[in-house]
């Protein structure tokens, strides 16, 4: 099978790699690059383990082949936490118990930076409604919920 | 109820010690681990749900290029009957065929082959050049015809177990329990009002988010080593080591950091195809499952029938139960029916009772534990029925449950007398929650339920290590699914005196520390936390003697008090008290470095109760069932980290809320599943909930040093039955099958 070079930008980097024109997005991601923070839940676009952004939209990158991202900028769980730490996001999940086993957690993560950079003080429907797309089993979403409200009005207004 | 305690760090909440890996994508999870050389295995699956395997063929596959191995049943070691402890116990043989079949393929989606390539890719492309060779059978796919005389027989050996004799002919019935106490027909004699109820739940998955995962690398000196997602390493080792034949010394399982399980991830599936895949190949193999194969092939809960009938004198007193409860086993034995039927009635004082449970064959995948393992099922027959009854007699249906609930020195059904318990107390909470006192909107219903489950103790081990600064470190063999590594810091720090901060817990492989049974049964913060305290005080006998060396005095002149030695009272000494970490820099010269120790079998695993409250709404035109609000009351013992209690009470209320409204297996009459997905299996999504309240309650167990009972359980045993009761509040209509999916609901609605 003839290999594809795509020349992309991954959390600022500028990234080459090969791939068969069937491969995701994901599979990319995960086997070809060691980017393993994405993780996979379904491989079907219904579960958000796999979020990422692709050119600022929140994707499933399950559902997104590799090729496709050729010329854009990617962003990443790995891309969240820089010189000064943790992402508030990531320090509000953490301060509410907002995962327990964490395999979703990536993946809401990157949707909450998503839905606060478009809205910075959702009300609580439409932190669900932004949400529905990530599953989680663990928590019942209450915590989370209360992660993305406590985080965007730390966003706000830093502390 | 015993006092309260002040403790310095338990019952606070500190974000975890794994937190920053998992919000930043560093933890590793099953599908996580990648080696040098790697190849990629995959599993072929029988498209009937009953055949005879006549034929496997694996050589066109082999001849593939960049194809290096590949196996099928007749790779496998004889499969040997013998049973599996633990909670994702059986029989081994049954174990081995359902890792991977023999003669017969016994539900859509058995495993017959597996082959590891280069890629995964590739060894999708192998599967299809394996020829199997099948005989279809009728499929045996629900309970009415498993148990019909002529049914189609699963397996021709087996006969009903548990009976006086031994049946002279086989059928799909494996076995059968029954539990009686008292008069029956007195009882119900005896009774003002006598309800009865049928109720049908089919078979629901877990739905952990993270697919079964593992990579195995066998050296060429027989030794395998074994990267897998899974409750338990330990059991997983020693049921490899049953279904490979294989030497438990030869056999080294890590844990990796594990994306759900609720009981499904105590069952081996792919760990013994990737490790002889691995030794057939010469390479490490990593097999991970589709979302679709973790539907077919792993882990649901049984599909029930049960039928409930209770009577009660005017005053609400109970005289009398009766039970009869089915459940599907899948293709193998061994069906939860024992616990369903053991909790069925747990919560209340009842005289006459019998109970019957049946564990039976169908052609469907073999059901794992999940979550308070039969429970939900039986309990949600009572708990409906106690609604219909508390109806009846126009009572409260709080009040009634009051009138007849278990407490300390009830014997409960399953045979012993309960030590404290925190029922009444749960009760009481319920009836003065502002949740239950507020008026009802306009056009909901309110239900209510109770739930219990009893907990486990079984093995753990756990060591402690002080550093070199007097920092701590506690190994331990539970993997961490929802926080436990706070748990057991909290408790280590605790018990040394020491901040929270100062303790690190990490979870050892099973060549780096002791024994432990599975994360399950709620018992890790329980039973692997006694194991901690106990490593911990043997910490500070430790250091209690050092100090008295360093003094001079004698060992019982020494205390322990807010992590340091210091002289009793009335000890004569002009000594400066000694620290952990002060104990710690001169330990070479008082006996090299501190380790504690402990391993136990812990016994007293206290049962935990729960009662939980939800206002519904019915849309009448499409039969969509919302979910208004919600409360949680459960009694914990003592919450040792409260957040994460929480937790474990909202995760299983949305679990138990989506099992009661839209989860369901759906066979075709081939036995094939038809909502193998996320998008066609409805597990709930953050729109479809509120906030879940809840309300942690604490009798402590007397049994635990710090009062524990385990919680991860009994959340997902009420919500079923608030919810079918809180619809019946609003319909009037009491709907017998569970999932209340719009459909059922119209359809009852149109039907009423």
Redesign the interface.
Known sequence: MNKVQVSTSINGEEVEFLC?P?QTLL?VL??TL???????????G??G?CSVLLDDRLVCSCLVLGVEAQGSEIS???G??GSEG?HPI?QK?????A????????GL?VATKALLDKNPNPD??T???W???????????????RAVQDAAKELAHPA | MAEAVDYKVIGTSPVRPDGVDKVTGRAQYGADMNLPNMIYGKVLRSPHAHARIKSVDLSKALAMPGVYAAVSGADFPQAQHGEIGGEGGGDVADLAKNIMARDKVLYHGHAVAAVAARSVQLAEAALEAIDVSYEPLPPVLDLDAAMAVDATLLDENCFTKNLPEKPDKPSNIAAVMQLARGDVEAGFADADVIVEGEYRIPMAHQGYIEPHACTASVNEGGQATVWCCTQGHFEFRAMASKVLNMNIADLKFIASEIGGGFGGKTVLYLEPLAILLSQKSHRPVKMTMTREEVFRATGPTSGTHCKVKVGAKKDGTLTAATAWLAYEAGAFAGAPMGPGAMSIFAPYRLDNFHIEALDVLVNKPKVAAYRAPGAPQSMHAMECALDDLARELGMDPIDLRMKNAAEEGTQAPYGPKFPAIGFKACLEAAKQHPHYTRPIPEGAGRGVAAGFWFNVGMQSSAEVHINENGTVTVVEGNPDIGGSRASMCLMAAETLGVTYEQVRTLIGDTESTGFSNVTGGSRTTFATGMAVVQACEDIIAQCKARAAATWGVDEDQVEWEDGQAVPAPGVNADVKPLSLADIAANAARTGGPLLGRASLNAQGAGASFAVNIADVKVDRDTGKVDVLSYTAIQDAGKAIHPAYVEGQMQGGAAQGIGWALNEEYIFNTDGVMENAGFLDYRIPVASDLPMIDTQIIEVPNPSHPYGVRGVGETPIVAPLAVIANAVRAATGLRINDLPFSPPRVLEALDNA
């Open positions: 068969e069937q599979e995960r086997e060691d980017k393993t923070g994405t993780k996979e839940g379904c491989s079907t219904d579960c383990a990443t769980i790995e969240m936490a943790l990531q999940f953490l301060e509410h118990a995962l327990q086993c964490g395999i979703c957690t990536p993560i609580e429907e932190i669900r409604y949400l529905a797309g990530n599953l989680c089993r663990c928590t019942g979403y209450d915590k989370i919920v």
